[in-house]
């Protein structure tokens, strides 16, 4: 009984051990079977790896001649002085949109979010095309000018990023100098002329201040002698040995709010006055331009090649295995 139970142990356990291992999660590969595969269905995977390979290849090379090189440049817009710029906004939102200053110090991005979209319309615009295209002599078409910069805002949002590319190293970097060069001297003009706009509503502004300040105190002034003449009159009628005046500050209520408010804005304009004077040239000079002056080639023959056979192997290995098992079922 010992021995059957010994011998029925041993087979179990030897059923056991030829048992596929299911659980482990292992999937054995038979490469003859892969070689067998492909030897048939050979012409599908040829055929496959060519279209593929001379596709992707192509692409790479062929597709786009004419952005083989490349100059890569950033644009900041300052926020230097960044309380005044906020303090700006609030009294003239115009101007201070047309020199791209920042209108909330708290959130610097919602500003330059929409400024670098500006600058990304500026330098595809026809004035600064049409600037590079006569620095460039007439050399370069203006589509061609126009087609060669690429622009995207950096993964944080602080900055603008713009490629000039062409497809031969000496051009490019002419048709970059050009076409940055133009976009810095026409922004930087167009920002002179809001700073002049700015700078004379300001003083504007605070000459009918001082206007509407005058005008309340004598209002007040007259407001006073009134009051004190209707004192007078009033005391002459009373009989009294000693009549005694008192100078009087006092200003009516309405007068008074009015010229409290006016008082305020005045303060902050001549701040903002005195700023704009100061540091004129932070007003004017809003953008940073970082230019990487070496040209950069975009296409590796060697890493095209590579990318090309891997891709064609891929691929040719895919449609031979996917061929082979809709013809066997």
């Not at 309380?83 to 009294?91: G, M, R, T």
């Not at 007040?220 to 005391?235: C, R, T």
């Not at 932070?282 to 331009?289: A, D, F």
């Amino acid at each position: 009984m010992e021995k059957n139970n010994k011998n029925n142990i041993q087979i179990e356990t030897k059923k056991n051990d030829l048992k596929p291992e299911s659980n482990t999660g292992l999937v054995s590969i038979d490469i003859k079977n892969i070689f067998r595969i492909l030897k048939k269905r050979k012409w599908w995977f040829i055929a496959t790896f060519i279209i593929i390979f001379c596709a992707v290849f192509s692409f790479t090379y062929f597709v786009t001649p004419e952005s083989k090189y490349s100059i890569q440049s950033t644009v900041l817009i300052s926020t230097d002085n960044i309380k005044y710029q906020e303090k700006i906004n609030y009294y003239f939102p115009k101007e201070a949109y047309d020199l791209w200053l920042i209108a909330n110090e708290a959130y610097p991005l919602n500003s330059l979010n929409y400024y670098y979209m500006d600058a990304v319309s500026y330098i595809n615009s026809d004035k600064v095309i049409d600037s590079a295209y006569q620095k460039l002599g007439n050399l370069f078409s203006k589509d061609i000018l126009r087609k060669s910069i690429v622009t995207g805002k950096s993964i944080d949002g602080t900055q603008l990023n713009i490629s000039i590319s062409y497809k031969n190293k000496s051009d490019t970097k002419k048709i970059a100098d050009a076409i940055l060069g133009s976009f810095v001297e026409n922004k930087k003009s167009d920002f002179e002329a809001s700073y002049d706009s700015l700078l004379k509503k300001t003083d504007n502004k605070i000459n009918n201040l001082n206007s509407e300040v005058s005008s309340l105190m004598n209002q007040a002034d007259n407001y006073s002698l009134e009051f004190n003449k209707k004192i007078v009159n009033e005391l002459k009628t009373i009989n009294n040995n000693q009549i005694n005046f008192y100078v009087s500050d006092y200003i009516p209520p309405d007068i008074k709010v009015k010229l409290d408010a006016d008082n305020d804005q005045l303060t902050n304009l001549k701040d903002i006055k005195n700023n704009l004077e100061e540091y004129k040239n932070l007003y004017i000079n809003r953008i940073v331009l970082n230019t990487n002056n070496e040209v950069i080639a975009n296409i590796n023959i060697l890493k095209n090649l590579i990318l090309s056979l891997a891709a064609g192997i891929i691929f040719g290995l895919i449609f031979a295995f996917a061929a082979n098992y809709f013809k066997s079922n």
